[in-house]
C-alpha cells in the first residue's frame, strides 16, 4: 500500500513524488513512457529552448557578428541534423536527471499505461499487456495536455504537424504556415524564421498573444516582422490538406467573407492543447470531466474524491510547467499535514522567442474593466545601455500601480533577458510592494533590470530618468 500515487512524470508529477518523497511519503509514480519529464522535458519546454538558442545564435552570426567585429571567412550554414542532435542530447540529459532523482529519494516506478479500478486502485498496463494493481491511500492525476487537432486540419505528423514534430523537421522548410498567434506557434516559427523559413501565421483573434497586455503583444509584432513574419489576423481555418510534398490552407477572412488561401512545405497546427484524460477511466473512481475535459478540483485540488488530487494541465488555469510544479508541492504539503498556499494571480507567464515576454499580475485591460484606478509606467529598451551594449534595444517594461496606494498589481515586459527580469516583479508583488520601492532600490549598472527600475520610477510621478 503506497501513501499516495502519482500519474504523470511531467513536472507536476515528477517534482510531487520528490516532495511527497520528502516528507516521508510512500510514493509510487506512474509513467506511460519509456522516458521520464512528460511533455515538458521531451517535447515542449525544453527541446523547443533548446532550438531556439541554437537559431539565434545562427541568426546573430548572419546578421550582428560583423557589427561587432567578428568577421567569417565564409557566410554561416545551418547544420540542421547537428542542432537536432544537441537538442536530443539536452533532452535526454534533462530525463536522466529526473530518473536520478527518482532513485535518490527512494520513489517507485511503474512503466506503463496507469488507470483507476477504484478510488484507491489503479492499474498500471505496461506495453506487453501485462497489468500491475497498486493500492494507495491519495491518488495525484497529473497527466497533462495534448496539442488540439481539429480533424478539418487533416493532422499526419508528416506535413500537418504540431509542435511535436517540429522539434524534428528533417529540412529547413522555405515556407511554414502557423495556425495560431499564441505562445507555442511563435516560438516555434521564431526557430525556423531565423533560419531562413519564411513565417505564415493565421490566427482567428484580431491580435497576437491575446490574453496578455495589448501593449506586449503590439511590441512582438514589430520584433516579429522584422523577421519576416506575415499576419493574418481575424481568419477562421476551414481546411488545411497536404499532397505529401506540400501543403495548403484556405481560411475565411471574419471581416469580409473572402478566402485566404496559402501554401506552405509545411503547416503547424499551434491552436492550444486540450487536458489529456483519454484512458484514465476517471469514472471508476467517481470523477466526472467538464465540459472542456478538464478535472474539477477546488482550492485544495482536490476532487470529488477526498483521497485524488489533480494538478497541472488537466485542471483549470494556465498550462504551464511551473505552475504545475507549485501544484505539485501544494498537494504534497497538504497531504503532509502542512498549510501551503499558491497565488495564482502571480505566476508568471513568459514567451521565449527573441526579443522575449515575460508578465505577472493583471493586464491593463483587466484592470479597466474591474474599474481600477491605475498609474502606469513605461521604459524603452532602447534607453538602456546595456541593451545597446549588446545590441539588443527592441521592447519595453510596463509596470501597473494603484493609483491611490502605488501597490504594484502588474508587470509586463518585451525584451532582452526579460525571463529573468520578470522574477524581480514576481518577489516585489508577493510582498505587496509599491511602485515607489522598486524605484528605490539600488540596480546595478549596466544591466537589463534597470528598465524595470525606470518604469518604475514613471509610474510614480513620471520621474525616469533616463529618458
Known amino acids: 500500500m503506497f501513501d499516495v500515487t502519482i500519474i504523470g512524470s511531467g513536472p507536476g508529477g515528477y517534482v510531487a513524488a520528490i516532495r511527497c518523497a520528502q516528507l516521508g511519503l510512500k510514493t509510487a509514480l506512474i509513467e506511460k513512457y519509456d522516458t521520464l519529464g512528460g511533455t515538458c522535458l521531451n517535447v515542449g519546454c525544453i527541446p523547443s529552448k533548446a532550438l531556439l538558442d541554437s537559431s539565434e545564435h545562427f541568426h546573430n552570426a548572419q546578421h550582428t557578428f560583423a557589427e561587432h567585429g567578428i568577421d567569417l571567412d565564409t557566410p554561416p550554414r545551418v547544420n540542421l541534423t547537428q542542432m537536432i542532435a544537441r537538442k536530443n542530447k539536452v533532452v535526454s540529459d534533462t530525463c536522466a536527471g529526473v530518473s536520478f532523482l527518482m532513485k535518490k529519494n527512494k520513489i517507485t516506478l ?3 499505461f496507469g488507470s483507476f479500478v477504484a478510488a484507491n486502485q489503479v492499474k498500471v498496463t505496461a506495453k506487453d499487456g501485462t497489468e500491475t494493481l497498486i493500492d494507495t491511500k491519495n491518488v495525484i492525476i497529473a497527466t497533462g495536455s495534448k496539442p488540439i ?3 478539418s486540419f487533416n493532422y499526419d505528423k508528416k506535413r500537418i504537424i504540431t509542435s511535436t ?4 523537421l528533417p529540412e529547413v522548410p522555405k515556407r511554414m504556415i502557423v495556425v495560431g498567434a499564441g505562445v507555442i506557434g511563435l516560438e516555434l516559427g521564431s526557430v525556423y524564421a531565423r533560419l531562413g523559413t519564411q513565417i505564415d501565421v493565421v490566427e482567428f483573434a484580431d491580435k497576437m498573444l491575446p490574453t496578455m497586455d495589448a501593449d506586449m503583444g503590439k511590441e512582438l509584432q514589430k520584433c516579429l516582422k522584422k523577421l519576416g513574419f506575415n499576419f493574418y489576423y481575424q481568419h477562421k481555418v476551414q481546411s488545411v490538406t497536404s499532397d505529401g510534398e506540400k501543403t495548403t490552407l484556405v481560411a475565411e477572412n471574419a471581416k469580409d467573407g473572402s478566402l485566404l488561401t496559402l501554401e506552405a512545405d509545411y503547416t503547424l497546427v499551434a491552436i492550444g492543447r486540450r487536458p489529456y484524460t483519454a484512458g484514465l477511466a476517471a469514472e471508476n473512481a467517481g470523477i466526472s470531466l467538464d465540459e472542456r475535459g478538464r478535472i474539477p478540483v477546488n482550492e485544495h485540488l482536490q476532487t470529488v474524491v477526498p483521497t485524488i ?4 494541465d488537466v485542471v483549470k488555469g494556465a498550462m504551464l510547467a511551473h505552475k504545475a510544479e507549485e501544484e505539485g508541492v501544494f498537494v504534497a504539503e497538504l497531504l503532509a499535514g502542512q498549510k501551503p498556499h499558491i497565488n495564482y494571480n502571480l505566476i508568471p507567464g513568459v514567451i521565449y ?18 474599474g481600477r484606478a491605475v498609474k502606469i509606467g513605461k521604459f524603452p529598451f532602447k534607453a538602456l545601455g546595456r541593451a545597446r551594449a549588446s545590441m539588443d534595444t527592441d521592447g519595453l ?8 496606494t502605488d501597490e504594484i498589481l502588474g508587470v509586463h515586459a518585451v525584451g532582452p533577458r526579460v525571463a529573468d527580469v520578470i522574477m524581480e516583479a514576481v518577489v516585489a508583488m508577493e510582498f505587496r510592494a509599491s511602485a515607489e520601492d522598486i524605484a528605490r532600490i539600488c540596480h546595478p549598472h ?3 533590470t534597470e528598465a524595470l527600475k525606470e518604469a518604475a520610477l514613471d509610474a510614480t510621478e513620471r520621474r525616469a530618468l533616463h529618458i
Open 110 to 112: 511503474f512503466t506503463g
Open 149 to 151: 487537432a481539429p480533424p
Open 165 to 168: 514534430e517540429a522539434l524534428n
Open 309 to 312: 488530487y489533480a494538478i497541472g
Open 353 to 370: 522567442t527573441w526579443p522575449e515576454v515575460a508578465a505577472v499580475g493583471k493586464t491593463e485591460a483587466e484592470l479597466k474593466a474591474e
Open 397 to 404: 517594461v510596463k509596470v501597473i500601480s494603484d493609483a491611490t
Open 446 to 448: 549596466p544591466t537589463f
